[in-house]
Each structure stands twice: as C-alpha cells, then as structure tokens.
C-alpha cells in the first residue's frame, strides 16, 4: 500500500529555513506528480508547489522565488526547501502524490515561524 510520511516541521524564527521531507512507500516515485499543499488555522487548504513526472515545477506566487520542490527519487523522497520564512507560512504542510489516476496524502507536518 501507499504510505507517505512528512517530516522536518518546527518552530523557526522569521527569516529561517526548513526543509521538508515526505518519504514514500508502495509508489513509484519517479513516475509521479508531487504536490505540497499547506493549511493554516481558519483558512482552507493551499496548493504550494508541484513537481510533475517530467521534472517540470510550479509554484503559488506566495512562494515563488523562496520555496523549492525537488525528489530524490533513489531514496523515494520528495522535499520542499523553504527559505526566507515569515509569520504566514505557519501551517500544517501536507504532500500528495499522484500516480494513475490516484492521489494519496500524508498526515502532514507542522510549521511555525514566530520570533
């Protein structure tokens, strides 16, 4: 079966980094669409940034320029490096991953940026 597992969320200041990981199991990842997705308190869930199956990516325009999505498709991980954090990107960052026609979410992990 699928299983996909966030990690790398925490508490860090305005203006730090984190880098997100979402390890996967049961899917070939270099054969699918990556999606990260985050929601924050009160608000409805937000799409971050893509990687298709071709490499190419997309990103919201609230992230663009500080946010990178990439795979490591050898060790079945896909990452999201965020850089420059501010207050509003305090959320729970959820991947999903898309493979023929099915999606599949992880639980999510949690990021607070506050000084």
């Known amino acids: 079966q699928v299983q996909l597992v966030e990690s790398g969320g925490g508490l860090v200041q305005p203006g730090g980094s984190l880098r997100l990981s979402c390890a996967s199991s049961?899917?070939?990842?270099?054969?699918?669409?990556v999606d990260w997705y985050r929601q924050a308190p009160g608000k409805e869930r937000e799409f971050v940034a893509r990687m298709t199956n071709g490499g190419i990516t997309d990103y919201a325009d609230s992230v663009k320029g500080r946010f990178t999505i990439y795979r490591d498709n050898a060790k079945k991980t896909v990452y999201l490096q965020m850089n420059s954090l501010k207050p509003e990107d305090t959320a729970v960052y959820s991947c999903n991953l898309q493979q023929s026609r099915r999606g599949y979410w992880g639980q999510g992990t949690q990021v607070t940026v506050s000084s």
């Open positions: 049961g899917i070939i990842l270099s054969t699918a669409i």
